[in-house]
């Protein structure tokens, strides 16, 4: 069985992550939960930064033996799931009982779908189910050749927290994962617009596969109830798209003649974009998370069987997510709806500070621009060097190495390296070798002074002193300062080292 890292995310600005099966001309809608091809690419991407970033880190993070599980709506008291489809309710909205189309394929008249919201947890016989609320701006694409059109952007309301998981069966990266999930992270559209910003508020090692308290406890005979609790689907054995691919389900399972007796589901097209190819990731038709089957068929099905399923998940595209299952626990017996408000479960965090008032959804904009602006300036100033020509690449290489160990670090970082110039200043006036070939004092004043001087007398910035009427001192923590000018110099060395190689 898989280790699982368990994290809880709040979104302390607005999260904007576009949900392309649904977007239209005009108006980009956002998903409503945090995908985990969202964290996957945020993982990646901090690991990948890293010298130490190795073949055997990449074969692990692509390969199925790390799962990156979907995020969803988290309250005080539970992690929600997505909604489940199937049920259907009265008309009259003071009525509250509900009628499962999965019972015998059939509902009595004068029915509709049930409205269960986005998340929901079951207790007893009843659902209770949440909504979460989205804003939307509206702009105007500018630059097009023909009419500005207006276009409108939804995205998820600040302060809502998310519980997600890691699933890893080979736990040789799982420390460095969770050092990155740490903190404020940004993820999603529009950061330089002040959106995306999320603070990781919890993490921790779970044994327990995600949902297992609505999942059966032992062996099932002749029928269950399995449902889709991400977006899924199967390949046929001429791989085809197919949705379930009842045959390798039965031999994962250990039975014969399983069917689909009956079926509440509805299908999405799933697609993405790649960055680097600058192109749309081609389209999968999938059974959409909440999708729910009731399945027939001889035999018994072992709980050790329907652990490994829920654990491993289904179908293509497992190592994002997708086609995570569960097989259901007293699903004919739901037959209630009850509505909560989301708000309710959030007064119990007041400790926790919410970004909702204008000035500090300013100094979130502010904060992400000003970063914009150190960002491009350091790729300005990535040609000036290191005054490192001539010194040895195992020199340089040590500082490299000293930089890259301890980024997290500021303080050990500055102190270990001052160690390191120190000594080796004075291996060179013993040795008597400064006419022999060139000190490395040059080098080291360099890397001293930006390590200690303001970030912005080294990137030329001193006559930004405000950003938005807020003044720069208080849009970048002091650390994060420190953490920036020493991934400059990183950038430097390794630009530097290129050129020579080239």
């Known amino acids: 069985m898989s280790k699982y890292l368990k ?20 108006q980009s809608t956002s998903l409503k939960h945090i995908p985990g091809t969202t964290i996957r690419g945020y993982v990646i991407n901090k690991l990948s930064e890293r010298d130490t970033f190795q073949n055997v880190e990449k074969k692990l993070l692509f390969s199925n033996k790390i799962r990156f599980l979907n995020a969803y709506l988290t309250t005080a008291k539970h992690e929600l799931l997505p909604s489940p489809k199937g049920f259907y309710e009265n008309k009259d909205p003071r009525d509250n009982n509900l009628e499962s189309v999965l019972e015998n394929g059939d509902i009595s008249d004068g029915k509709k779908r049930a409205g ?9 016989n009843c659902i209770y189910y949440y909504n979460l609320e989205t804003e939307s701006d509206m702009r105007i694409r500018i630059g097009a050749k023909k009419e500005q059109g207006i276009f409108r952007n939804e995205c998820i309301k600040s302060g809502y927290e998310f519980t997600g998981y890691i699933a890893f069966d080979d736990e040789t990266i799982l420390d460095d994962v969770r050092g990155i999930l740490q903190g404020n992270i940004y993820l999603g559209n529009g950061r330089s617009q002040g959106l995306g910003r999320c603070s990781v508020l919890k993490t921790e090692i779970v044994d327990e596969i995600p949902f297992i ?3 059966v406890k032992e062996n099932v005979k002749d029928e269950c109830y399995l449902m889709l609790i991400s977006h899924g689907t199967m390949r046929d054995t001429n791989g085809e798209f197919c949705g379930l691919a009842l045959c390798a389900l039965e031999q994962d399972l250990g039975i014969k003649n399983l069917k689909i007796d009956y079926a509440s589901t509805s299908i999405v097209n799933v697609n993405g974009y790649n960055r680097i190819y600058r192109s749309k990731t081609p389209s999968v038709p999938m059974y959409e998370q909440g999708s729910v089957f009731r399945l027939s068929f001889d035999g018994e099905i072992q709980i050790d069987k329907m652990l490994d399923l829920m654990n491993s998940g289904i179908g293509i595209r497992k190592n994002e997510g997708f086609g995570r299952i569960l097989f259901l626990n007293g699903y004919h017996k739901l037959n209630i709806k009850q509505k909560c408000d989301i708000d309710e479960s959030k007064k ?71 160690m390191y110039f120190s000594n080796e200043l004075k291996k060179e006036k013993n040795k008597n070798i400064h006419n022999e070939k060139k000190s490395i004092e040059d080098f080291a004043n360099y890397i001293q002074y930006i390590l200690k001087a303001p970030l912005k007398s080294v990137l030329g910035l001193n006559e930004i002193s405000e950003v938005m009427g807020i003044s720069v001192s208080e849009l970048i923590e002091e650390k994060d300062e420190e953490i920036i000018k020493i991934n400059y110099l990183l950038n430097l060395i390794k630009y530097e080292k290129k050129g020579k190689e080239d």
């Open 7 to 26: 994290y809880i995310i709040e979104n302390v600005s607005p999260l904007r992550i576009s949900d392309n099966s649904t977007s239209q001309s005009g």
């Open 116 to 124: 269960l919201g986005r998340y929901c947890y079951f207790e007893n």
């Open 213 to 215: 308290e609505y999942a």
């Open 348 to 418: 119990s965090f007041d400790k926790i500070e919410k970004y909702s008032d204008d000035d500090e959804t300013l100094s979130t904009v502010a904060s992400n621009y000003y970063r914009m602006l150190i960002e491009r300036k350091i790729k300005e100033k990535v040609l000036d060097g290191t005054n490192s020509k001539g010194l040895a690449g195992s020199q340089i290489g040590n500082v490299q190495s000293i930089l890259e160990k301890n980024k997290y670090n500021p303080d050990r970082c500055i102190e270990t390296i001052d």
